[in-house]
Structure formats: C-alpha cells, structure tokens
C-alpha cells in the first residue's frame, strides 16, 4: 500500500517537473517572407527574408532551390580544328534549377566533404550527384569538367550561387535568432521552392526544417502567357494583326514626313 | 523601367528595347532589310533565349516592314508585281530550306552549314556591294554629274540566257523585262538561304533585286519591304502556332521603335545617293560578318549554350 502510494507520489513528481521544466533548446526553424511572389509586368525580381530561431552557438546554413530535375544544353567544340561552334547536345540529370545558398561561415569551416556531400551543400556536392549523358564522345571521360561547366553556366544565370557568412544572428535568452536577405533572381522560373535551413554543430548537421515559397504569373503576364500556350493560333493572328495595324497607323502618322529618296 | 516578357522569362529595361527597334527600324527603312541578321543577335546579348529572339523579331518585323511598304507605297517605291513573284519563290525556297535543315540536324551538320552560310553569304554580299558602290560613287565624282546614276535607273541591256526564257514580262514600276521564271528562281533561292540561315532574308533580296533583276535602287527598297512584310507575317505565325515562341510583349516594345524609325529612315533615305545607301549596307554587312568570324575563331566564354536558335 506504501509502496504504491510512494510510486504514485513519484510519477507526479516526475509530471510536474517535466510541466515546469524549461523546455530543452531545440528544432531550427525557419520562415520565408512572402511566400508568393508574383510576377507581374515590372516583375525585375524580389526580396525574400528568411527569419528562424536554433539553438545558441549553432551555425546556419541556408539552402533555396526546386526540385532536382534534368537540363538540356548543347556544347561548344571546335569542328575541323578551326571554328567553334555547337556540336552536341549533353544533359545534365538530378539537378535543381535554381540553387542558392547562404551560410553563417565559410562551408569548409563548417562541414568536411562527406557531410557536404551527404546534404548536398556546395557546388562539389552538386556535381557528385549530378549525372552527365551525352551521345558524343568527346565528351565522355571528362565529365568534372563538363559538370564545372554546367555550375558556370547556372551562375552566369544568376540561378545558382553560393553565399557565405552572409547569415546574421542574434543571441536569446535560450534560442538564437538569424535572418538572411536574399536577392531572388528574376530569371527563376515561375514554381515552388523550398527553404531549407540547416542547424550546423561540431561538423555535423544537427537539425533542419523547411519553408516553402510559390513564383506564380499574375495579371498581363499570366494572361498572355496562358493565350500563347493555351490558344496559340488565336495568339499567332493577335501578334500579327497588331504589327500590321501599328505599323500601318505610324506610316500615316508620318505621311508628311515621307518622300522619294 | 523594367518590364518582365511572359514568353522569354525574363525582365529587360524596355527603352533599351524600344532602342534597339528604333535603330534597327532606321536601318529597316534605309534600305529596305528586315534588319533579322542584326537584331536576333542584338536581343540574344540582352539575355533572350535564342529561339525567342528569333521568332519575335520576325514579329517586330511585320511592323516596321507594314510601315516602311506603306511609306514607299506612297512614293509610288513598291513593285507589286515583281514582288508577288519573288514572294512565291521565296515561300517555295523557305520549304525547301526548311525541309533541308530538318535532314541536316537529324545528320548534326546543321550548325555548321548554318555558320558557313552566314560568313560565305554575308562576305560575298558586302564584299561585292562595297566595291561596286565604291566605283560608282567615284564614276560620278568624276563624271561630275547630278543625273540619275547607272545604278539607281532601269537599265535595259543585252540579257543573253535571261533573255532567251520564256514568259517575257514587263515590270513596268521597274521598268525592266524579265522572264517571269527569273524572279521567282531568284525568289526561291534567297528563300532558302534565309530559311537554312532563319532570317527573313533582305540583305540577299536587295543586292539580287539590284544587281541581277536591275531594278532602280528606291523601287528594290520598297519592294523588298513588302516581300519581307508577307514573309514575316508566315514565320511569325508558324513561330507562335507550332513552337511558342513569340513574346508578344518584346516585339510590341521593338516594334514601338521599329515603325518610328522605319519612317524616320525613309525620310532620311530621300537625302542619301543611291550608291550611299549601297555602301552603307555594304558596310553593316561586312561588320556582321566580321563579328561573325570572330565569334567563330575566338574560344568563347561559356562552353555551354541553350538549346535552339543558331
């Protein structure tokens, strides 16, 4: 009977500790600010905040990008040993479209290759999982090079890019706080993307969590977007008729001004 | 200052734009060109994807041409009858033009062709107007004459194998004779050379105007600028029907340019020499080619291309 009571009285104990018990540091969060972007006529791009809370100490890395998909491109190459031109086409599969990163330090102070590689965090990372066809074979056997290549073009595109020590926090009383500014590029594409934000501790990351964000036509742009693809010969006459008439508008306008030559 | 295109996916400052079809539009109504060869190259610098660039150019053609044939119209410029034969020939060589880039790409010798084209073409073309103009220009310093030159009135000689077609047909606006089968030959092979090279192909009509059909320069001019208006109506629909490629908003902003400036060059024409004109197109020419050639030569900067276009 003693005992039982003792047990009870223990569990309750245990209960009402737990309640009053500061909750334990932990879950990096994070929050993207909007999260729809739309492109309307002066669309030139936008500022996205990213904002979270992790745990005091911790470093951050944040990664935005799409899902992995396959791009299709063709190569330059010499043809007869004398004029550049495209030769062939090469794909590049399992890649995002659009990749940008942003980390509190620089990523080799944060992560070894493996961890880089396992999170895919870096341009290394990237071209260990990306995979290259192509019919030619010149091309075959010089894959680092190409895939170098390909990372080159992305950011020549302004579509992917890799930012550190670009990441600020602030110290709380239990969690950090952290906020990046990030320059959306006006070349991604409309679609969903994902904000992944990754607490960093000892080499290794500890935590992550995700935000998600929508690029979506609005206005003019998706309605003459939705007229080109979805009604394309009505679309064809539109463009057409229009040229002619403005055209033909402005020659009367300067018919003043006109004469032989 | 910035406007974002739906087709091409992405943002351009729409008076640089608005430039580009005025300047090129200048040069539209000058001599008589669509300006194809200068602009699609123009619009792929400012980040269009090469296919975009060149579907919507054709576009802003319609345009410039429509107010530059509706200006020369006026002047009386415009031989219909010899324009409705180039026109055929031309909408038969583009097929046929077509049909051999198709075979070409499945054999992958298509962008080699295409390249040489341009450099053989382009070279020959302003090497040969360059110099004839330059000649003639000196005749006339040395002549010391402000009669009509040579080259600006019909001159009806000898025509030996052209003479002995059949289908013997005055064009009375040119004031030449011709067998009809000339002009639409003629008309068919520059159609496919502009469809192997995708171009609406009056930089080639223009000296074939001149110097084989020998038609009066400001007749070639406003009969060019009709033919290519027709040809440009074709490719501009077939563009955004079959491949969806016309940004309808760029070639709203280069056609804002291109007609003012089509007008602005005819206006400007009435002051320049026959034999001017000529070299000046000989001249613009000759720096396509030579930007050509060098892009050839030179290693470029990035090894990778997007697919389309040339």
């Known amino acids: 009977m003693n005992t039982t009571l003792i047990s009870r009285f223990a569990v309750l104990l245990v209960l009402i500790g737990l309640t009053f018990t500061p909750a334990p540091a932990h879950a990096v969060t994070s929050k993207v600010s909007p999260d729809n972007i739309k492109i309307n006529l002066t669309y030139h791009g936008a500022t996205l905040s990213v904002t979270g809370e992790n745990v005091a100490g911790d470093d951050l890395i944040i990664r935005i990008g799409n899902e992995a998909d396959d791009a299709h491109y063709k190569y330059m190459g010499k043809a007869g040993g004398l004029f550049w031109m495209k030769k062939g086409d090469v794909s590049f599969k399992n890649v995002p479209g659009v990749y940008l990163l942003y980390s509190s330090r620089e990523l080799e102070n944060l992560l070894d290759d493996a961890a880089q590689t396992a999170n895919l965090i870096g341009y290394k990372a990237l071209t260990e999982v990306a995979e290259m066809e192509t019919p030619s074979a010149e091309l075959k056997g010089d894959e680092a090079r190409w895939k170098n290549e390909f990372i080159r073009f992305k950011e020549k595109q302004n579509l992917y890019a890799i930012h550190t020590g670009t990441v600020t926090r602030q110290h709380g009383q239990t969690n950090d706080t952290y906020q990046v500014e990030v320059a959306w590029p006006f070349q991604a594409p409309p679609g969903e993307y994902t904000v992944e934000a990754m607490a960093v501790r000892n080499g290794q990351v500890v935590e992550r969590s995700r935000a998600q964000f929508t690029v979506e036509r609005s206005g003019v742009v998706a309605k003459l977007s939705d007229l080109a693809f979805n009604n394309a010969a009505l679309y064809g006459m539109m463009a057409v008729i229009i040229a002619i008439i403005a055209g033909f508008a402005v020659g009367m306008i300067f018919k003043k001004g006109g004469g032989a030559h | ?310």
């Open chain 2, 1 to 310: 200052m910035y406007m974002y295109l739906p087709i091409a996916l992405t943002s351009v400052n729409w008076l640089l734009v608005v430039g580009l079809g005025l300047g090129v539009g200048l040069l539209s109504g000058l001599f008589g060109v669509g300006g194809g060869f200068l602009m699609t190259p123009l619009l792929m610098m400012i980040g269009i994807p090469p296919t975009i660039a060149a579907a919507t150019d054709a576009n802003q053609i319609v345009a410039a041409s429509a107010s530059g044939t509706y200006a020369h119209w006026r002047l009386g410029n415009v031989d219909y009858k010899m324009g409705i034969y180039l026109l055929i020939g031309g909408f038969v060589g583009g097929a046929f033009g077509v049909q051999i880039i198709k075979v070409l790409r499945a054999t992958g010798g298509a962008d080699f062709l295409i390249k040489m084209t341009y450099v053989v073409m382009l070279g020959v073309v302003g090497t040969f107007m360059f110099f004839e103009s330059l000649n003639a220009l000196r005749k006339n310093k040395n002549a010391a004459t402000v009669e009509e030159t040579k080259s600006s009135a019909p001159v009806e000689k000898k025509k030996g194998f052209f003479g002995s077609l059949p289908l013997q047909t005055y064009f009375d606006k040119s004031g030449v004779t011709h067998s009809a089968l000339v002009p639409v030959v003629l008309g068919a092979f520059v159609g496919i050379l502009a469809a192997i090279m995708g171009v609406g192909g009056g930089f080639l009509m223009v000296p074939v105007m001149i110097y084989m059909l020998r038609m009066p320069m400001h007749v070639v001019v406003g009969t060019s600028l009709f033919q290519i208006m027709f040809t440009c109506i074709e490719v501009t629909f077939l563009q955004a029907y079959s491949n969806h490629t016309v940004d309808f908003l760029l070639a709203l902003l280069l056609l804002v340019g291109s007609v003012f400036g089509a007008q602005v060059g005819t206006i400007l024409g009435k002051k320049l020499h026959g034999d001017q004109l000529k070299i000046l197109l000989a001249i613009i020419v000759l720096a396509v080619t030579a930007k050509i050639v060098l892009e050839l030569v030179l290693e470029p900067s990035m090894m990778l291309a997007m697919k389309g276009g040339h």
